[in-house]
T-cell receptor, first 113, second 113 residues
Framework: AQSVTQLDSQVPVFEEAPVELRCNYS??????LFWYVQYPNQGLQLLLK??????LVKGINGFEAEFNKSQTSFHLRKPSVHISDTAEYFC???????????FGKGTKLSVKP | KAGVTQTPRYLIKTRGQQVTLSCSPI?????VSWYQQTPGQGLQFLFEYFSETQRNKGNFPGRFSGRQFSNSRSEMNVSTLELGDSALYLC????????????FGPGTRLTVL
């Protein structure tokens, strides 16, 4: 079985500070990795995904993530956050043969002025 | 391209009733997946339909069912509603490969009284 662990349920940070949202996964097979963002009362929007190749993935809104196979991690980073980044962030995986997303519990990012 | 649309956006039902939710995918997408989001369990996969066939199924009771039409629109039905079925139901569409991005609709908020 595979699972996704987001280590922090809430992350408060000041505007213009850097942030890292942590994600670890467990799987016995190759996986594809995704980060989604959910703003209040909205659906999920893809920030970035890792399929193969370069382990550093750049996404929308200045976010990036690094795939680390040895540590089974896929942490999301942004060098300088804005108030508008306040939202809930979900890490997810799909297994090679099946496309259903398996999500972590989410991390609520709160950016304070 | 128009995004994924879900109707209705909000729904209030009482225990024992049944409900049908609708999802219209992005034009050209053949896969529609359904997810349930609750504060306690997070985001959980219900099922996926591809070209009118259920291709993948999560771990939910048989009261949860779905179907897909020839135009890729999908419906989800929940019979004999329970209080615990109160949730945000999200559908996502994609072309159909595990590596494809899943695009989410805004969700249907179901409240069971």
């Amino acid at each position: 079985a595979q699972s996704v662990t987001q280590l922090d349920s809430q992350v408060p940070v000041f505007e213009e500070a850097p942030v890292e949202l942590r994600c670890n996964y467990s799987s016995s097979v190759s996986v594809y990795l995704f980060w989604y963002v959910q703003y209040p009362n909205q659906g999920l929007q893809l920030l970035l995904k890792y399929l193969s190749g370069s382990t550093l993935v750049k996404g929308i809104n200045g976010f990036e993530a690094e795939f680390n196979k040895s540590q089974t991690s896929f942490h999301l980073r942004k060098p300088s956050v804005h108030i508008s980044d306040t939202a809930e962030y979900f890490c997810a995986v799909t297994r090679g043969s099946q496309g259903n997303l398996i999500f972590g519990k989410g991390t609520k990012l709160s950016v304070k002025p | 391209k128009a995004g994924v649309t879900q109707t209705p956006r909000y729904l209030i039902k009482t225990r024992g009733q049944q409900v049908t939710l609708s999802c219209s995918p992005i034009s050209g997408h053949r896969s529609v997946s359904w997810y349930q989001q609750t504060p306690g369990q997070g985001l959980q996969f219900l099922f996926e339909y591809f070209s009118e066939t259920q291709r993948n199924k999560g771990n939910f009771p048989g009261r949860f069912s779905g179907r897909q039409f020839s135009n890729s629109r999908s419906e989800m039905n929940v019979s004999t509603l329970e209080l615990g079925d109160s949730a945000l139901y999200l559908c996502a569409s994609s072309p159909g490969q595990p590596t494809d991005t899943q695009y989410f609709g805004p969700g249907t908020r179901l409240t069971v009284l």
